[in-house]
C-alpha cells in the first residue's frame, strides 16, 4: 500500500509560489525524488535529495528533512506549463516507490 | 534521440491472452524497472533489475514475469491477461542501482476486456 502523503490538487495562478509537502515511511530510506508528469505522458525527473536540505534548479526546489520524515517541491513564479502532476518518491531499499500525485493547476 | 522506447503504445487484449510489452534502452544503463499507473494511484513498481542476467520482484508482481537478457532490452509478460491488469505501462532505467533518477519511456495503454 501507499506509505507516502502528498495532496492531491493544488490550484494557484501564475506567478505565484506553491508547495508540494511529501511525508514518508523511514524504513529502507535512501533518499526522496521528485517527478513531473504532464497529461499521462512519461514522468521526466526533477530533483533528487539523499541528504537534509535545500536543492535549487532554476525555478524549482526540493527540500528534505530525514528527522522529520518529510520533504517538499517548491515551484516558483508559476508558469502555465507547471499544470501537471507532480509525484514525490522514495529510494527504499534501492527502489523506488511513488506518492499517488499532486495535480497542480495554474491558472491565468 | 536517446531513450527507452516502448512497444506497442496502445493494446486492447481479450482476458486469457498472453502478451508481450517490449522496452529498449540505448543509454547502456544497468538498472531497468516496470511500473503501472493506475488512477489515484500513482506508479506501482512490478519487476526490476539491477543488472542483466538478474531479475526482482516488486510491489505488484503476480501475474507479470520479465527477462534481462542483456542490457538493452527489459520486456514485461502477461501470461493470460485479466481485467484488472488494464493499465498504463511504464519502463524506466536508471544509469546505477540505487539512482533517484529514473528515464523513462513514453508508456503502453494496454485494455484487457
Known amino acids: 500500500g501507499q506509505s507516502l502523503e502528498q495532496p492531491s490538487e493544488v490550484t494557484a495562478v501564475e506567478g505565484a509560489i506553491v508547495q508540494i509537502n511529501c511525508t514518508y515511511q523511514?524504513?529502507?530510506?535512501?533518499?526522496l525524488s521528485w517527478y513531473q508528469q504532464h497529461d499521462g505522458g512519461a514522468p521526466t525527473f526533477l530533483s533528487y535529495?539523499?541528504?537534509?536540505g535545500l536543492e535549487e534548479t532554476g525555478r524549482f526546489s526540493s527540500f528534505l528533512s530525514r528527522s522529520d520524515s518529510y520533504g517538499y517541491l517548491l515551484l516558483q513564479e508559476l508558469q502555465m506549463k507547471d499544470s501537471a502532476s507532480y509525484f514525490c518518491?522514495?529510494?527504499?531499499?534501492?527502489?523506488?516507490?511513488f506518492g499517488a500525485g499532486t495535480t497542480v493547476t495554474v491558472r491565468a | 534521440i536517446a531513450g527507452i522506447t516502448q512497444a506497442p503504445t496502445s493494446q486492447i487484449l481479450a482476458a486469457g491472452r498472453r502478451m508481450t510489452l517490449r522496452c529498449t534502452q540505448d543509454?547502456?544503463?544497468?538498472?531497468m524497472y516496470w511500473y503501472r499507473q493506475d488512477l489515484g494511484l500513482g506508479l506501482r513498481l512490478i519487476h526490476y533489475s539491477n543488472t542483466a542476467g538478474t531479475t526482482g520482484k516488486g510491489e505488484v508482481p503476480d501475474g507479470y514475469s520479465v527477462s534481462r537478457a542483456n542490457t538493452d532490452d527489459f520486456p514485461l509478460t502477461l501470461a493470460s491477461a485479466v481485467p484488472s491488469q488494464t493499465s498504463v505501462y511504464f519502463c524506466?532505467?536508471?544509469?546505477?542501482w540505487g539512482s533517484g533518477e529514473l528515464f523513462f519511456g513514453e508508456g503502453s495503454r494496454l485494455t484487457v476486456l
Open positions: 518518491a522514495v529510494n527504499r531499499d534501492y527502489k523506488l516507490s
Open positions: 523511514t524504513s529502507g530510506f535512501y533518499g
Open positions: 535529495n539523499a541528504l537534509d
Open positions: 524506466a532505467s536508471s544509469d546505477s
Open positions: 543509454m547502456r544503463h544497468n538498472a
